[in-house]
């Protein structure tokens, strides 16, 4: 087994969600033939099974349906606001969708107002972006599906195991990932694992700043109160991993099944871990 040694200063592990703490398949989905999804489903009604549903499947197939739904509450028109602003701001952009303001005109303009927001939420997830605006809409159409069952949150099997061992340890524990804080607390919240919402000291989202932008790992460590360099961030996407290290964190890429692959040069420098149980503390001894 690799072993990955934590530095003796680092009193914080700040993890990243997808393809770090969880399947990607999980979040964006699995790819599978047609033919053999219809296979899968049939016999898994003969044996009166049923999958939860993923992350961004869900938004995709549901957006429409949310809208109309919860139209007129405060919460859907501010997320609405928020997502015309990403799109003015978006609007050098290929393929854009611009969302025009409602004024009142009836039922036609108000359905003309969702199919732009459910083509802009649609385009913007085509590209994977993780604007605030997308992330906030998404933890919002998710708190419904996770509440009644339909969605569980899922988590490699090293997991949660792991981040018990570290908190006994002295370790804090926090996330940091694209998706909402809202979104995250649902995610652990209610999860295949129960509510495991205590093992985490906090949540950072995209507020705080973007994951490839070194000065949102500046603002965390601050806003936990230590230095940077008290932090080891976990994550699979190098340009993250590069960011989090220029603020002068430590840094290890996590590789799981169904993770992008690294460059020859990006395995040679980075540490690379396959399971959190590579992580080796300085206590530990
Ligand atoms: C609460 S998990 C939602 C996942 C998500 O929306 C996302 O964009 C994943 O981003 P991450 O920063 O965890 O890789
Ligand atoms: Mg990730």
New binding site residues.
């Given amino acids: 087994m690799v072993v990955f040694a934590v530095p003796a200063e680092v009193a914080v592990i700040l993890l990243?969600?997808?393809?770090?703490t969880?399947p990607i398949t999980y979040?964006k989905g699995k790819s599978i033939p047609r033919e053999t999804f219809k296979n899968v489903f049939l016999s898994m009604l003969t044996v009166g099974l049923f999958l939860s549903d993923t992350?961004?499947p869900y938004i995709k197939d549901n957006v429409k349906e949310y809208l109309r739904a919860h139209w007129e509450e405060e919460e859907c028109q501010q997320d609405i606001s928020l997502l015309r602003k990403q799109a003015e701001e978006d609007s050098n952009l290929d393929g854009v969708v611009p969302i025009p303001l409602e004024t009142g005109n009836g039922e036609d303009e108000v359905e003309q107002v969702i199919q732009a927001v459910v083509d802009n939420v649609h385009w913007q997830m085509s590209l994977?972006r993780?604007t605030t605006a997308l992330?906030q809409l998404?933890?919002h159409m998710?708190r419904a599906a996770y509440a009644t069952g339909r969605m569980k949150g899922e988590f490699f099997q090293d997991v949660v195991p792991a981040i018990r061992k570290w908190r006994e340890a002295g370790m804090k524990v926090y996330i940091?990932?694209?998706?909402?804080v809202e979104?995250?607390k649902?995610?652990f919240g209610y999860s295949t694992e129960g509510d495991i919402l205590e093992l985490f000291d906090g949540h950072f989202d995209t507020k705080i700043g973007h994951?490839v932008e070194s000065e949102s790992y500046r603002r965390i460590a601050s806003s936990i109160g230590c230095s940077t360099n008290n932090v080891l961030f976990l994550?699979?996407?190098t340009r993250?991993a590069n960011a989090a290290e220029e603020a002068d964190m430590h840094v290890a890429v996590v590789v799981r099944p169904g993770n992008a692959g690294l460059t020859d040069d990006e395995k040679s420098y980075y540490s690379l871990i396959t399971s959190f149980n590579e992580l080796f503390l300085p206590s530990s001894t």
Avoid: M, P
């Avoid at 990243?16 to 770090?20: C, F, K, L, R, S």
């Avoid at 940091?176 to 909402?180: C, N, W």
């Fill in positions: 990243d969600i997808e393809g770090t969880t979040v992350l961004f994977d993780k992330k998404q933890g998710w940091y990932s694209s998706g909402s979104a995250q649902l995610l994951k994550t699979d996407v993250e």
